[in-house]
């Protein structure tokens, strides 16, 4: 049974930098697609970036992290990385990690059937 776990989360500054791992089980690391999604108080779940761990597709990112977020990949430990950058308070939320079988397409939580227990993450001004 496939299984993701987050890690990573805490407290930064603004204008700083946080890294949070996905780690995943149970599941071949290839030929996947991993999103992170972030869900803060009283909002909706919004999708942050993808990642299609064959390769050969350019990782989709949300307006609001284009150019400070990035997502990368290592194989061996089976795990999905996303480093935060130049952190603003409004990307405070708790951040979730998700799986689902073939490529990667839009950011909608839509077809991701496995999903992590949630790192929470808060930026202060």
């Known amino acids: 049974q496939a299984q993701l776990v987050e890690s990573g989360g805490g407290s930064v500054q603004a204008g700083g930098s946080l890294t949070l791992s996905c780690a995943l089980s149970?599941?071949?690391?290839?030929?996947?697609?991993m999103a992170w999604f972030r869900q803060a108080p009283g909002k909706g779940r919004e999708g942050v970036g993808n990642l299609y761990t064959s390769g050969g597709y350019s990782s989709l990112y949300a307006d609001s992290v284009k150019g400070r977020f990035s997502i990368s990949q290592d194989n061996d430990k089976k795990t999905m990385y996303l480093h935060m950058n130049s952190v603003k308070p409004e990307d405070s939320a708790t951040y979730y990690c998700?799986?689902?079988?073939?490529?990667?397409?839009?950011?909608?939580?839509?077809?991701?059937?496995?999903w992590g227990q949630g790192t929470q993450v808060t930026v202060s001004s």
């Open positions: 998700a799986v689902r079988v073939g490529q990667c397409g839009s950011l909608r939580a839509a077809g991701f059937g496995v």
């Open positions: 149970g599941l071949t690391f290839s030929g996947v697609c």
